[in-house]
């Protein structure tokens, strides 16, 4: 390939290698530890999710994050907002909870996914912690969707990157939580976001920040995942992705149509590579079909090179002066349990009282859809190691 070009080939060769490409991502998935459809998935638009994917008709992009996975009815936000990043992008902010709770948790969710990948967290934690029930409410939750993704704007292609996601985190912080503690939740891509402003300002850990869960995620070596395929698979995958990478980013209206045509193979992958139960629920699958669709191929391919050159290990320091929560299924096949397993043994958390290592049985990349229980179950219990930090002295300014 050319430095900055296309791969020089005769245009009908280009064409036929490009389909491949896009359709071995359908076989190979992607190094960026979400299911392969976030890669070549069709394009759901609202109009299309009618009864056969047993969500309400006529179902808007915006109303997706009030509906759960299953079709009940999500909490409705108690306020929403719009945060202008230091690039004067604007991203969707929502809330539950009263401002002047005693603790602020805020969930970033991971690549191609949007708020919405939170549903049954935001119900289950919104009746926990957020409502009045006759006392004060334990904590305020907050929710955005990253740069790209769901309802916030785009941002310059070289922006695509984990220290501005980081800094996008900062800008949220500022803007709905200038004061008071606040707990970070991140779901792979925003476990990494979590994991960069660490590395950008790591004085607010322990001071500002007082815990943090990594789910599903990973500090480095992404480009090295298998998936779990073949040996044969992976060469193909390492193979096709430049060409497939590079047609995102240069020609996404072929590679969106390119992606429609193999709509119910990536299909069958999501389901595949993002769940590790055969018998999990097929609305599960449709939701996630419908959540990631709307994020366009050239903002897939614009933060591929941040996700597969990602080495993080170095900001986990800071996570060592507040309650950490490191939670992976067993069955993960985007991001293995490795992963997770190394990030505990370098936190050097693990057993301590103030902090989790919790490993999912049968779970895959999208547990807190899969085993929503078990992880809404870990992040409130990390929340009263972190109630319990400030009650015995560790407040944060």
């Given at each position: 390939?050319?430095?900055?070009?296309?791969?020089?080939?005769?245009?009908?060769?280009?064409?036929?290698?490009?389909?491949?490409?896009?359709?071995?991502?359908?076989?190979?998935?992607?190094?960026?530890?979400?299911?392969?459809?976030?890669?070549?998935a069709r394009r759901v638009r609202a109009a299309e999710l009618g009864p056969a994917a047993e969500l309400p008709e006529n179902l808007t992009e915006a109303?997706?994050?009030?509906?759960?996975?299953?079709?009940?009815?999500?909490?409705?936000?108690?306020?929403?907002?719009?945060?202008?990043?230091?690039?004067?992008?604007?991203?969707?902010?929502?809330?539950?909870?009263?401002?002047?709770?005693?603790?602020?948790?805020?969930?970033?969710?991971?690549?191609?996914?949007?708020?919405?990948?939170?549903?049954?967290?935001?119900?289950?934690?919104?009746?926990?912690?957020?409502?009045?029930n006759g006392h004060r409410p334990d904590a305020r939750l907050v929710f955005y969707d990253q740069r790209g993704h769901g309802a916030s704007g785009r941002?310059?292609?070289?922006?695509?990157?984990?220290?501005?996601?980081?800094?996008?985190?900062?800008?949220?912080?500022?803007?709905?939580?200038?004061?008071?503690?606040?707990?970070?939740?991140?779901?792979?891509?925003?476990?990494?976001?979590?994991?960069?402003?660490?590395?950008?300002?790591?004085?607010?850990?322990?001071?500002?920040?007082?815990?943090?869960?990594?789910?599903?995620?990973?500090?480095?070596?992404?480009?090295?995942?298998?998936?779990?395929?073949?040996?044969?698979?992976?060469?193909?995958?390492?193979?096709?992705?430049?060409?497939?990478?590079?047609?995102?980013?240069?020609?996404?209206?072929?590679?969106?149509?390119?992606?429609?045509?193999?709509?119910?193979?990536?299909?069958?992958?999501?389901?595949?590579?993002?769940?590790?139960?055969?018998?999990?629920?097929?609305?599960?699958?449709?939701?996630?079909?419908?959540?990631?669709?709307?994020?366009?191929?050239?903002?897939?391919?614009?933060?591929?090179?941040?996700?597969?050159?990602?080495?993080?290990?170095?900001?986990?320091?800071?996570?060592?002066?507040?309650?950490?929560?490191?939670?992976?299924?067993?069955?993960?096949?985007?991001?293995?349990?490795?992963?997770s397993d190394l990030i505990a043994e370098r936190l050097g958390r693990a057993g301590e009282a103030s902090s989790e290592y919790v490993v999912v049985p049968?779970?895959?990349?999208?547990?807190?859809?899969?085993?929503?229980?078990?992880?809404?179950?870990?992040?409130?219990?990390?929340?009263?190691?972190?109630?319990?930090?400030?009650?015995?002295?560790?407040?944060?300014?």
């Amino acid at each position: 390939m050319a430095r900055g070009g296309a791969p020089h080939k005769h245009p009908k060769a280009r064409k036929a290698g490009v389909v491949g490409a896009l359709l071995g991502l359908a076989a190979a998935g992607t190094a960026t530890g979400v299911a392969v459809s976030k890669i070549a998935a069709r394009r759901v638009r609202a109009a299309e999710l009618g009864p056969a994917a047993e969500l309400p008709e006529n179902l808007t992009e915006a109303q997706l994050r009030e509906v759960d996975p299953l079709g009940l009815e999500a909490r409705p936000a108690d306020r929403t907002a719009l945060v202008q990043t230091d690039d004067r992008v604007l991203l969707a902010v929502e809330e539950i909870g009263p401002r002047d709770a005693p603790l602020t948790v805020v969930f970033v969710h991971g690549y191609t996914l949007s708020m919405a990948s939170w549903a049954f967290q935001r119900r289950t934690l919104a009746a926990e912690l957020a409502t009045e029930n006759g006392h004060r409410p334990d904590a305020r939750l907050v929710f955005y969707d990253q740069r790209g993704h769901g309802a916030s704007g785009r941002g310059r292609p070289e922006n695509s990157t984990i220290e501005q996601l980081a800094r996008d985190l900062l800008a949220v912080l500022d803007a709905r939580v200038p004061r008071g503690p606040v707990v970070l939740v991140g779901h792979s891509m925003g476990g990494m976001t979590v994991m960069g402003l660490a590395a950008l300002r790591p004085e607010l850990f322990g001071s500002r920040v007082v815990g943090a869960a990594l789910v599903s995620t990973s500090s480095g070596n992404l480009a090295d995942l298998n998936f779990g395929l073949p040996e044969m698979l992976t060469r193909v995958r390492a193979a096709v992705l430049p060409v497939a990478a590079w047609t995102m980013r240069h020609r996404p209206a072929f590679a969106e149509r390119t992606r429609r045509v193999a709509a119910e193979l990536v299909s069958v992958a999501t389901r595949s590579l993002s769940f590790g139960s055969s018998d999990v629920d097929p609305a599960l699958g449709r939701y996630v079909d419908a959540m990631i669709a709307g994020t366009p191929v050239d903002v897939i391919a614009e933060f591929y090179p941040a996700l597969a050159g990602l080495d993080e290990t170095g900001s986990l320091e800071p996570l060592r002066a507040v309650p950490t929560l490191v939670l992976t299924g067993d069955r993960d096949k985007m991001i293995p349990k490795e992963h997770s397993d190394l990030i505990a043994e370098r936190l050097g958390r693990a057993g301590e009282a103030s902090s989790e290592y919790v490993v999912v049985p049968g779970a895959g990349h999208m547990v807190q859809l899969e085993r929503p229980d078990e992880v809404s179950a870990a992040i409130t219990a990390l929340l009263r190691r972190a109630g319990a930090g400030q009650r015995s002295g560790r407040a944060p300014r």
